[in-house]
């Protein structure tokens, strides 16, 4: 198990709570869901404003290369202000997780999430743009594939797999790409779209509000690849009022029988409920039990 380094320390319930930055911060760190042959690895390094990472997943690298991103303040380009910093990291039995931030300007930032479930087989990758005005954002998100890897689409919905497109296992399904914050179905509203293009795939959303969180979702497990997904945006209320999602977002993502939630609050922390369940915290990954309770995976306070 990887040693926990965080800015602050973490309880028994797997919480952390989010302070003053890390003072030291390493260029690679390696997330990974054991040390098994094949086992999901994900390698994240970064220099100045520049970050990049490496998926392998089943002895095959899924993607590879810069992860970039675009980001548009009412229509006016926001670049980097600064470097990638490191601002939590921890490993536990459940999660190995790295979090870094990047400083835009116009008073933006991107705080960047990596989340590798380890017994959940799942990563969730999220960018959320975080700002101090009611500004238009659009962003569009960058992640080159790796060699022999394309990107499927999966009919009439959003969802889409990571496959293989070498001689080695032709059309093989590696994984499912899940947009959470975009609609299931193609037929409802824009608001962005997940696309193959020519870095590798594209994720495009926009919200008006002046922040947004463009989370990615990868089904990693194989014996999941030919089951039925799908995923919705959830309801965030605070004090019986519906909460825009430039405030706070939720999704919940089903795959067979098994279920989990996620959630992030954008505006400052409040008391907001979601799926009937009282959060006061900044993000929540858990998983639905079969008592329908909800088990946290990480939390960040």
């Not at 380094?5 to 709570?17: E, F, H, M, T, V």
Request: contains cysteine.
């Amino acid at each position: 198990m990887s040693m926990i380094l965080c800015n602050a320390p973490s309880d028994k319930q797997g919480k952390q709570q989010r302070g003053a930055r890390l003072p030291a911060r390493p260029a690679r760190v390696v997330l990974r869901r054991d040390h098994s042959a094949g086992a999901e690895r994900l390698a994240v390094t970064y220099a100045g404003a520049v970050a990049g990472l490496e998926l392998a997943c089943g002895g095959r690298i899924l993607a590879s290369g810069s992860w970039r991103c675009e980001v548009l303040d009412d229509g006016r380009p926001a670049r980097p202000a600064g470097a990638w910093q490191s601002t939590c990291r921890t490993s536990d039995a459940d999660v190995d997780y790295l979090e870094l931030a990047l400083p835009l300007t116009g008073g933006l930032h991107i705080q960047r999430h990596l989340v590798l479930a380890r017994k959940d087989r799942f990563l969730l990758l999220a960018d959320a743009v975080l700002g101090t005005h009611a500004a238009r954002l659009t962003y569009r998100g960058f992640l080159p594939l790796g060699p022999g890897i394309a990107l499927r689409r999966a009919g009439p919905t959003r969802e889409a797999f990571l496959a293989a497109a070498d001689s080695r296992q032709p059309g093989k399904r590696l994984a499912a790409i899940l947009p959470l914050a975009l609609p299931e179905w193609r037929c409802d509203r824009q608001v962005g779209e997940l696309s193959a293009g020519r870095e590798g795939m594209e994720l495009r959303q926009t919200l008006g509000g002046g922040r947004l969180l463009a989370p990615l979702w990868f089904d990693l497990d194989p014996g999941r690849l030919h089951r039925r997904r799908t995923w919705r945006q959830l309801t965030v209320a605070e004090s019986l009022a519906i909460q825009p999602a430039a405030v706070a977002v939720g999704y919940r993502v089903a795959v067979g029988s098994r279920q989990w939630l996620v959630y992030r609050s954008l505006a400052r922390k409040r008391n907001r409920s979601v799926l009937g369940h009282n959060l006061a915290t900044e993000t929540l990954v858990a998983r639905f039990r079969r008592d329908g309770e909800v088990e946290s995976i990480i939390e960040i306070e």
